[in-house]
């Protein structure tokens, strides 16, 4: 019973203990809270004040611009099916391969994707092979050139790869849905 009283004494203790340490503590916490509302207030207005930088003479010039002709011979979005006005005649064995994509820096280097006529996609470099014997000589902005045996022919973006099957035509006349009559709905409603 002793080590019961001697208990209930010291958790008194504790709790009366741990009831006066806010009181200590919150000058403390209240001179944080005001440190870090300062820091961020400076830097709110360093933001306004900071001086531009300045543009050193080592910058590097601005490349060529993009050309963007490319987006008036070829529509990502809505594919009509017929040959694209940049097909070009490409040389035998890369005739149903097509361009999907490229990346290409300043010198003809980069890397481009190409669907091979199995459908499979890949990407590769410059100077990687795409299949056995034909390798990716250079990609330009809109094309790549590729090599087989000395032979270069140039393959570019197409709406459907050479010798594939064209989508169907749209419908000839506009596809009108009526609204369900209150009939239909009423048998809908017995049936359900």
């Given at each position: 019973?002793?080590?019961?009283?001697n208990?209930?004494?010291?958790?008194?203790?504790?709790?009366?203990?741990?009831?006066?340490?806010?009181?200590?503590?919150?000058?403390?916490?209240?001179?944080?809270?005001?440190?870090?509302?300062?820091?961020?207030?400076?830097?709110?207005?360093?933001?306004?004040?900071?001086?531009?930088?300045?543009?050193?003479?080592?910058?590097?010039?601005?490349?060529?611009?993009?050309?963007?002709?490319?987006?008036?011979?070829?529509?990502?979005?809505?594919?009509?099916?017929?040959?694209?006005?940049?097909?070009?005649?490409?040389?035998?064995?890369?005739?149903?391969?097509?361009?999907?994509?490229?990346?290409?820096?300043?010198?003809?280097?980069?890397?481009?994707?190409?669907?091979?006529?199995?459908?499979?996609?890949?990407?590769v470099?410059?100077?990687?092979?795409?299949?056995?014997?034909?390798?990716?000589?250079?990609?330009?902005?809109?094309?790549?050139?590729?090599?087989?045996?000395?032979?270069?022919?140039?393959l570019?973006?197409?709406?459907?790869?050479?010798?594939?099957?064209?989508?169907?035509?749209?419908?000839?006349?506009?596809?009108?849905?009526?609204?369900?009559?209150?009939?239909?709905?009423?048998?809908?409603?017995?049936?359900?």
């Amino acid at each position: 019973m002793a080590v019961l009283r001697n208990w209930t004494a010291s958790a008194r203790e504790l709790a009366q203990d741990v009831a006066a340490r806010p009181v200590r503590l919150r000058p403390f916490v209240e001179g944080v809270l005001v440190a870090v509302l300062l820091v961020q207030a400076g830097r709110l207005v360093w933001i306004f004040v900071e001086p531009s930088p300045a543009v050193s003479a080592d910058a590097p010039a601005a490349g060529r611009p993009a050309d963007t002709s490319v987006f008036q011979r070829f529509d990502a979005f809505f594919r009509t099916g017929g040959q694209s006005s940049m097909a070009e005649d490409t040389a035998a064995g890369s005739s149903q391969m097509r361009l999907f994509g490229v990346r290409a820096d300043a010198v003809g280097g980069g890397s481009a994707i190409i669907g091979l006529a199995d459908g499979r996609q890949i990407s590769v470099g410059v100077g990687e092979e795409v299949e056995p014997g034909l390798t990716l000589q250079s990609v330009g902005e809109d094309h790549v050139v590729l090599s087989r045996n000395g032979a270069l022919s140039r393959l570019i973006f197409a709406e459907t790869p050479v010798g594939a099957a064209a989508p169907p035509p749209p419908p000839a006349t506009p596809q009108v849905v009526a609204p369900p009559t209150a009939a239909a709905g009423a048998r809908r409603l017995r049936r359900g």
